[in-house]
């Protein structure tokens, strides 16, 4: 089994002198872990897998992977597998809910007031109190919201249905 050091260098356009910066290897040290394969440490071995951004065991010829997956990168690749289909999952769940429409419960009792612009607001007062609740004349409160008396359409009596 030959280690693919000089493959690699050769694949990149790189020599051993360009790896000395990024290993901290020398470049003699570096021939020679690519001419006989077994005289350095683990560590070399690894040195040079970074700085070749290779796999170490595609680098020594224990695999035809030039990318090996650490523990966590596999561990995240698989999370975002699940986190995919539960997604998935769950929008195919929701969507059939996002056309129902739930209309706002109608009051049984006080005032509905229409305003200019079609918004309708109910007050739980009764409507002999409305005038009781006008400010200087031009306004009133409803649900503590001031509204000017002039964009006051309609005010009519709620009664149970």
């Known amino acids: 089994m030959q280690n693919r050091i000089d493959k690699v260098l050769n694949e990149q356009g790189k020599t051993y002198k360009d790896l000395v910066p990024l290993t901290g290897l020398s470049e003699y040290g570096i021939g020679k872990m690519a001419q006989v394969g077994d005289d350095e440490t683990f560590g070399a071995w690894l040195s040079i897998a970074r700085a070749l951004d290779v796999s170490p065991a595609y680098l020594v010829g224990w695999s035809d992977e030039e990318e090996e997956q650490s523990s966590v990168e596999k561990q995240q690749h698989w999370y975002e597998s699940q986190m995919g289909q539960l997604k998935a999952y769950a929008d195919k769940m929701v969507e059939p809910l996002k056309n129902i429409k739930i209309p706002a419960p109608t009051p ?54």
């Open 108 to 161: 049984t009792h006080g005032v509905k007031v229409t305003l200019d612009d079609g918004q309708i607001i109910y007050d739980s007062r009764e409507m002999d109190d409305m005038d009781a609740y006008s400010l200087a004349g031009d306004w009133v409160y409803l649900n503590d919201c001031k509204i000017a008396k002039s964009h006051i359409v309609s005010i009519e009596k709620v009664e149970e249905g």
